[in-house]
């Protein structure tokens, strides 16, 4: 969903501080090796039913985490292309598509809410489109960067081996 993530996050901010809940500013992907449970945000994108479940649940805190989209997410993606063994016309349709993001240079990629119940998170996360492909595209150039950095497979140890 394409969603003007900055004005979303004043909304979020607003409604938590006007309902009550302690807001725990927590960083961007901390959640990640958690046990949690993830929210349906394409069938039910309202935050406030998440956030109406929170105060169902007796949650008095919930946590609260966005980032923006910096110009180093970008340059750090050319690097690995200029680097990379790519033909020319591949090079060049990375650098585009990665150029055309920095426009959202600024702009609030990810919001992420969760809140504590019974040992687990439950957690309501929203990104825009452009970041999804932008996700897509770090993930293509990053494995067609770790494929040309792999050990080549002729390169062994001479023959060494354990029979344990």
């Known amino acids: ?43 039910h994108p309202d935050y406030h039913m998440f956030l109406d479940v929170a105060r169902k649940t007796g949650a008095k805190m919930v946590m609260f985490a966005s980032r923006e989209f910096e110009s180093s997410d970008v340059d750090t993606l050319l690097e690995q292309v200029d680097e990379s063994d790519l033909s020319r016309e591949e090079r060049r349709e990375y650098e585009s598509r990665l150029r055309e993001m920095r426009i959202f240079e600024s702009v609030t990629c990810s919001i ?41 497979p002729g390169d062994s140890l001479g023959g060494y081996f354990s029979k344990n």
């Open 112 to 152: 992420e809410l969760a809140f504590n119940y019974d040992s687990r998170l439950y957690v309501y996360e929203v990104q825009p489109d452009w970041y999804e492909e932008f996700l897509n595209l770090e993930e293509e150039i990053t494995s067609r960067f770790a494929d040309e950095t792999d050990i080549d």
């Open 1 to 43: 969903m394409d969603l003007n993530l900055d004005t979303l996050k004043r909304e979020i901010l607003e409604l938590l501080e006007t309902g009550g809940f302690a807001v725990f500013h927590s960083s961007p992907g901390g959640l990640e090796g958690l046990p949690m449970v993830l929210w349906d945000v394409e069938r």
